[in-house]
């Protein structure tokens, strides 16, 4: 009779550490996954680098995507280059998730943040919101009720094989979501004149205001500034503070 009153309460404090357990599980960091949005692309899944580059992609695409390959061929021998993959449209969401990925998997490394386009505009929110150590945006929306007002009703993603649709209520809730630029956050904005998707000159009024770094492309950039150009590779490559 000792040992059962001795086993019993053990085998349920056992019982109650799994479940505690379960339940500090399911609320987890993001998972490494392709594509699906709240995932993470890395290939460096056993574990990160001092530093981080964190990379966001832009409307209808998704991780590992064009720029997140060029970044990883260049640089992950010096970092672990982390692609995020966030909603088109569900913004709180997409909130939560990156408040999880910051606390469970960032945290005490040196976090680099880039972005384009749409993805502009979550890298400055997650850059901002949690000081990260830099962050980089090319051509990114930072009036977003009007630059993706062109991208109103049903798309499709050819990276995540199914259709999204964005509503002027997106665009609203889009719009209500500013974050103030945080003092320990290094800046570098790279905007091209001959962008035809987003007007740069919204950008430009935006990141002049604070003490930003800020190149602006005159010659063929487009929207899709290419960072295998060796003009603007090196100079992200100075800006993180990569080894040659």
């Known amino acids: 009779m000792k040992n059962r ?8 404090s056992l019982a109650g550490i799994l ?20 995932t993470f692309y890395t290939w460096d899944k ?10 966001f992609h832009g409307l209808g695409s998704a991780q590992p995507n064009g720029r997140f390959k060029r970044l990883q061929a260049a640089l992950n021998d010096q970092f672990s280059i982390v692609g995020v993959n966030y909603d088109y449209t569900d913004i709180d969401k997409n909130i939560s998730e990156l408040d999880k990925l910051w606390k469970n998997r960032l945290i005490g490394h ?14 400055d929110y997650f850059a901002n919101k949690y000081g990260a150590d830099k962050l980089v945006v090319v051509n990114p929306v930072t009036l ?6 062109q991208f109103l009703g049903e798309r499709y993603s050819d990276k ?7 509503t002027p209520e997106d665009l609203d809730a889009y719009g209500e979501l500013s974050i103030e630029p945080h003092p320990r956050t290094e800046s570098l ?29 005159h010659g063929k950039g487009g929207h899709s500034l290419p960072f295998t150009d060796p003009i603007y590779f090196e100079l992200l490559k100075a800006f993180l503070g990569a080894e040659d």
């Open 19 to 38: 479940l505690i357990a379960l339940n500090l599980s399911s609320a987890n960091a993001m998972e490494f996954g392709m594509f699906k949005e709240h």
């Open 46 to 55: 056993e574990g990160f680098k001092d530093r981080i580059v964190l990379v």
């Open 144 to 149: 977003p009720k009007s630059d993706l007002a």
């Open 189 to 217: 904005v790279v905007l091209a004149r001959d962008d035809k998707i987003i007007n740069y000159v919204h950008a430009l009024k935006k990141y002049l205001s604070n003490d930003n770094s800020i190149v602006i492309a």
């Open 160 to 166: 995540r094989q199914k259709y999204y649709t964005i």
């Open 5 to 12: 009153k001795i086993v019993k309460p053990f085998i349920l």
């Open 110 to 123: 040196k976090v680099y943040v880039v972005g384009t386009s749409l993805g502009g505009f979550w890298a």
